[in-house]
C-alpha cells in the first residue's frame, strides 16, 4: 500500500515541479509581452498580436496557477466547521472531499475535451493559432489537479488506517 502512495505523491510532486517552472516562464513571458506592447505603442507602430497573446498567456498561467495553489491548500476554504472533529474524522472529511473533487474535475475535462472538439477548425484572428490549443489548458490543468486529489486521497488514507496521523 505504501508504493501507491509513494507513486502518487511523486508523480503529484514532478508534476508540480514541472507546472511552478511553466507558470514561471508564461508570467515571464506575459510581462515581456505586455511591456513591448507599451514601448511599441508609445515609440513605434502599436503590435497587433501582443494582446491576443498576452490574453492567452494569462489564461494558461491561471489555469496552471490553479493547480499549484489547489497542490499546496491555498484555495478557499471553510475549516472551521471541520476543525471541531478529531484526527479520523478530518481525515474521512478530507478523503470525502477530495473524491467529490475528483468527480468534479473529471467533469470539467470531459466537458473541456467536448468544446475542444466543437472548436477544432476555429482560428485565433492576430495570431492565427487554431483555439482547440488555447482550450487544451482546461483538460491538462484539471487532470494535473486529479493527480493532486490521488496523492491526497492516499496520504490521508495512509493517516486514517494509521489514527488519524497523515504523514
Given amino acids: ?3 501507491v502512495v509513494d507513486f502518487f505523491d511523486l508523480l503529484s510532486q514532478k508534476t508540480d515541479w514541472l507546472v511552478t517552472r511553466l507558470v514561471f516562464v ?8 505586455t511591456t513591448s506592447q507599451v514601448v511599441f ?20 498561467g491561471t489555469f496552471f496557477g490553479a493547480t499549484m495553489a489547489y497542490k499546496r ?16 474524522v478530518k481525515s474521512m472529511f478530507n478523503i470525502l472531499m477530495n473524491i467529490l473533487s475528483i468527480v468534479f474535475f473529471s467533469f470539467v475535462v470531459y466537458y473541456g475535451s467536448q468544446m475542444i472538439k466543437m472548436q477544432v477548425f476555429q482560428i485565433s484572428p492576430a495570431l ?13 490543468s484539471l487532470c494535473i489537479m486529479i493527480i493532486h486529489s490521488l496523492a491526497g486521497i492516499s496520504k490521508e488514507f495512509i493517516g486514517f488506517r494509521n489514527g488519524g496521523e497523515v504523514q
Fill in 1 to 3: 500500500m505504501n508504493k
Fill in 26 to 33: 508564461i508570467i515571464a513571458g506575459l510581462v515581456l509581452v
Fill in 41 to 60: 505603442r508609445v515609440f513605434f507602430t502599436a503590435l497587433s498580436w501582443s494582446e491576443e497573446l498576452s490574453r492567452y498567456l494569462l489564461v494558461w
Fill in 73 to 88: 491548500g491555498n484555495h478557499i476554504a471553510l475549516t472551521f466547521f471541520i476543525e471541531a472533529f478529531g484526527k479520523k
Fill in 128 to 140: 492565427s493559432l487554431p483555439m482547440k490549443y488555447i482550450y487544451y489548458c482546461i483538460p491538462v
